[in-house]
């Protein structure tokens, strides 16, 4: 079965610094791979996605994720954070096309002044 | 143009109790998915319908849930015998399906709360 593992419940970084939230994953095939973002009364927003090819993709928002297959990993990172990035970060996995995602339990991502 | 919209935004019900949860996707979506997200967890699929039938309804955890989309478009997400365990925000989310990978877009969701 997949899975995704968030291993950071909680991350507190400071304005300006920059930021990396880890995600793992399983999954029996070649994985389709997403980082969303979920603000307080708001729906979820893809950032990223990851199919195939080059292993660093760019997203919205600044962020970049990299696919690292030999330690199925999928790292979100942002060179330098602003006060508007503090939210709820959740990491998926799919089979591609229509399929449902499988969700990590999220990071919260704290920005202090 | 608009979003995924969903009614009611929160919903209060007693234990027993049948809900259901209203989604509207993005007009020309032909997929239309539900999850749930309980406190402090990701969202957990239920079901995914590709047009009117229930292409995965795999997640659906037992049968007091059920979810039905007649006309390809409109989906409600039927609950009976509401229980305490229940209470979790409902998403739902549209994506097309031309193409390898289709974005799926979510709604703010339902807030259920069962008393």
């Known amino acids: 079965a997949q899975s995704v593992t968030q291993p950071d419940i909680h991350i507190t970084v400071s304005e300006g610094a920059s930021l990396e939230l880890r995600c793992n994953y399983s999954?029996?095939?070649?994985?389709?791979l997403f980082w969303y973002v979920q603000s307080p009364g708001q729906g979820l927003q893809l950032l990223l996605k990851?199919?195939?090819?080059?292993?660093l993709v760019q997203g919205i928002k600044g962020f970049e994720a990299e696919f690292k297959r030999s330690q199925s990993s999928f790292n979100l990172r942002k060179p330098s954070v602003h006060w508007s990035d503090a939210a709820e970060y959740f990491c998926?996995?799919?089979?591609?096309?229509?399929?449902?995602?499988?969700f990590g339990k999220g990071t919260h991502l704290i920005i202090q002044p | 143009g608009a979003g995924v919209s969903q009614t009611p935004s929160n919903k209060v019900t007693e234990k027993g109790k049948y809900v259901e949860l209203r989604c509207d996707p993005i007009?020309?979506?032909?997929?239309l998915y539900w999850y749930r997200q309980s406190l402090g967890q990701g969202p957990e699929f239920l079901i995914y319908?590709?047009?009117?039938?229930?292409?995965?309804d795999s997640g659906l955890p037992n049968d007091r849930f059920f979810a039905v989309r007649p006309e390809g478009s409109v989906s409600t997400l039927k609950i009976q015998r509401t229980e305490r365990g229940d209470s979790a925000v409902y998403l739902c989310?549209?994506?097309?399906?031309?193409?390898?990978?289709?974005?799926?877009?979510f709604g703010p969701g339902t807030r259920l709360t069962v008393l």
């Open positions: 990851y199919f195939s090819g080059d292993t």
């Open positions: 007009s020309g979506h032909t997929a």
């Open positions: 989310a549209s994506s097309r399906t031309s193409g390898r990978y289709n974005e799926q877009f």
């Open positions: 998926a996995v799919g089979g591609g096309g229509a399929d449902g995602l499988t």
């Open positions: 319908f590709q047009g009117t039938g229930a292409a995965d």
């Open positions: 999954y029996g095939a070649t994985p389709y």
